[in-house]
């Protein structure tokens, strides 16, 4: 057996990169992705390996000459790159496959040996390399019967995305046998450059295969192996993110993404907090049916948005101001807040991140799982000035609650002492006084106008993809400050549909909080049977657990990566002292997987102890 690569394009879209130098010279963590490739073809003890090369081939010669691979290496030289696709390159080696068993497969894949073993140790002589079909994919997508032979390959045009469930895509690695390329291939690859031209691609030449009885092509269905075709430098990016050298660097550049992960499909989210069983199909659904309309039109203003949100928790407009995600609203109260400001460690970040460093005052919990009460807060910033006090309730990462009791003090207090008390309850609604325990109530508001209440729609209601925030007050004149400084055009037409008939659905809501709370107390009693764990009761939809000694978080945290789970490493968050994770709550189903995981994990964080 032996292998082409296809390796003289340009790759115009990587920009810079491959401004002096040909695509698969770029490099993915340190290692370009040509050595890369020729690294795990060498180890396959190939015949030869035969390189099509054309953009700055002179270079991409000379330095695959240094890499010591001991396969016995060819060149190929296309001398019209630019002017043709790589159905040319192809031509230009087709004596080559006519010669020996060939895998082919092109230069901007990277992609873990297993790829490759994946085909080799198949016994079907004339494979296609193909993965489930993602809507972000672009490139070759293609169908295939119940044998796995190949039946068609679509062009953009002819995907039909509400049946994206029975498409494959080419992974561009391919195994033919010299009998096919004989008897098929070549021919066919011949004809078409002579009827249609140089500048077509040869996958061509395989969808005109595929509809020929008998031509013997299969695909081969990936698994969970890991490959990436990088196209332009958002690939790049996710590239580096999959093929890191080490299990603390994926989990580093994974989650400084804050998210995205539906373009990686294996990833488990446990980091990132939403509401498991909100909202329901019928919902998704209704949104679906109106999708054209929503993508094709403006959105309404601020003040429509307003008495929509006004509308649902009971309120008048000139209370209510909707954010394109609670951090739009968060950064505007930044702004408006002044003098000394009391925030709470450990605790939701993104508020201290929007204020004066110098006008903060911490407070700091020594109860065990960060726990406090109005008492503790009174106690603590009695006499310290403070203007405003910002609580997060349920708390995050601590999950703990404080009960109306507590926060009618607060309230008393803050009144006093003629400061702002800003509660955020984006979390309250999973707590076991649910819906009824927010302060998203008129009569309380009005009576209370240094009272600022946030809530997160994105984590409450789990549509974290519309960007949605309620901020409400019966300080008129703040909110009407408030909504001059975000744009009027802050939300867009999903999110305002979602306004428009979330109220529908309320039923569904409250049985999806349910559910959760019945799932956060068996999964809380399921945690605390692992032995490197103590987690904390918590009135939300994630729960704190500290990692006991000798164990680390971070071992945690990129052990269960390995196993493509996200976890929260919380540990170095200012005010934590000691290793501690936050795990999210998920269906039942899914965490039953973690805690089957988390049953197998002592033994390797017992390797890294001793490691």
């Not at 489930?132 to 044998?147: A, F, P």
């Not at 003040?303 to 008048?316: D, M």
């Not at 106690?379 to 405003?388: D, K, L, V």
């Not at 009005?446 to 901020?471: A, C, D, Q, T």
Request: include cysteine; proline fraction near 3%; aromatic fraction near 12%.
């Amino acid at each position: 057996m032996q292998a082409i690569i296809l390796a003289a394009g340009m790759g115009k879209r990587l920009k810079d990169l491959t401004a002096h130098q040909t695509k698969c010279m770029v490099m993915v963590n340190g290692v370009t992705l040509i050595e890369r490739a020729l690294t795990h073809l060498d180890s396959l003890g190939l015949q030869k390996i035969v390189l099509v090369v054309g953009y700055e081939a002179a270079s991409l010669v000379s330095f695959v000459k240094t890499l010591g691979i001991s396969t016995a290496l060819e060149f190929v030289e296309n001398p019209i790159y630019d002017t043709t696709n790589n159905i040319y390159s192809l031509f230009l080696a087709r004596e080559y496959l006519l010669q020996d068993d060939t895998l082919l497969l092109e230069s901007d894949i990277i992609f873990d040996q297993a790829v490759l073993r994946a085909l080799t140790d198949d016994p079907y002589p004339t494979l296609a390399l193909v993965a489930r079909y993602e809507s972000w994919m672009d490139g070759g997508v293609l169908t295939v019967d119940d044998d796995s032979y190949i039946t068609d390959f679509l062009s953009k045009q002819q995907v039909d995305f509400n049946n994206k469930g029975r498409y494959y895509k080419t992974v561009n690695i391919y195994k033919f046998s010299r009998e096919f390329s004989q008897s098929f291939y070549v021919p066919f690859l011949e004809a078409y450059c002579t009827a249609l031209g140089n500048n077509e691609y040869y996958e061509q030449v395989l969808k005109v295969i595929a509809l020929v009885m008998n031509s013997g092509i299969k695909a081969k269905i990936l698994a969970n192996e890991l490959w990436y075709e990088i196209d332009d430098l958002q690939d790049l990016d996710i590239a580096q993110s999959l093929f890191t050298n080490t299990s603390e660097e994926k989990y580093k550049k994974l989650t400084s993404r804050y998210g995205g992960y539906w373009r990686y499909p294996n990833i488990h989210d446990y980091c990132y907090l939403v509401n498991p069983y909100f909202p329901p199909k019928r919902l998704i659904a209704e949104i679906k049916s109106e999708f054209g309309t929503l993508l094709s039109q403006y959105p309404s203003g601020q003040r429509i948005n307003s008495l929509l949100a006004a509308k649902y928790f009971g309120l008048s407009q000139d209370m209510v101001v909707v954010g394109n995600g609670a951090a739009e609203l968060i950064k505007s109260l930044g702004s408006f807040l002044k003098g000394s400001i009391g925030v709470v460690h450990p605790s939701f970040e993104e508020y201290e991140s929007r204020l004066d460093p110098e006008s903060i005052v911490h407070f700091t919990p020594i109860k065990p799982g960060y726990t406090y009460d109005s008492e503790d807060l009174i106690g603590y910033f009695e006499g310290t000035g403070i203007s405003s006090l910002i609580i997060i309730n349920p708390d995050n990462p601590s999950g703990q609650i404080m009960d109306s009791t507590n926060i009618d003090r607060l309230l008393k207090w803050t009144a006093e002492k003629g400061a702002k008390l800003i509660i955020d309850e984006s979390f309250v609604d999973f707590s076991d006084g649910g819906t009824s325990s927010t302060l998203f109530d008129a009569e309380v508001l009005k009576r209370n106008p240094h009272l600022i209440v946030m809530k997160s729609i994105s984590k409450s209601y789990g549509v974290p993809g519309l960007r949605l925030g309620v901020l409400s007050s019966g300080d008129t004149a703040m909110i009407e400050w408030m909504k001059s400084d975000v744009a009027i055009w802050n939300i867009n037409s999903f999110g305002e549909f979602f306004l428009q008939i979330w109220e529908k659905y309320a039923d569904d809501y409250q049985e999806a909080l349910v559910k959760t709370r019945e799932v956060r107390s068996r999964f809380y009693a399921q945690l605390r049977s692992c032995p490197f764990l103590r987690p904390f009761p918590s009135h939300s939809n994630y729960i704190l657990c500290e990692v006991l000694t000798p164990h680390t978080a971070s071992a945690l945290a990129y052990r269960l990566l390995e196993n493509d789970f996200l976890i929260k490493d919380v540990t170095g968050k200012k005010g934590i002292t000691g290793e501690y994770v936050r795990i999210a709550i998920r269906t039942r189903e899914e965490n039953d997987r973690l805690i089957e995981i988390l049953g197998r994990m002592g033994e390797f964080l017992e390797e890294d102890i001793t490691l």
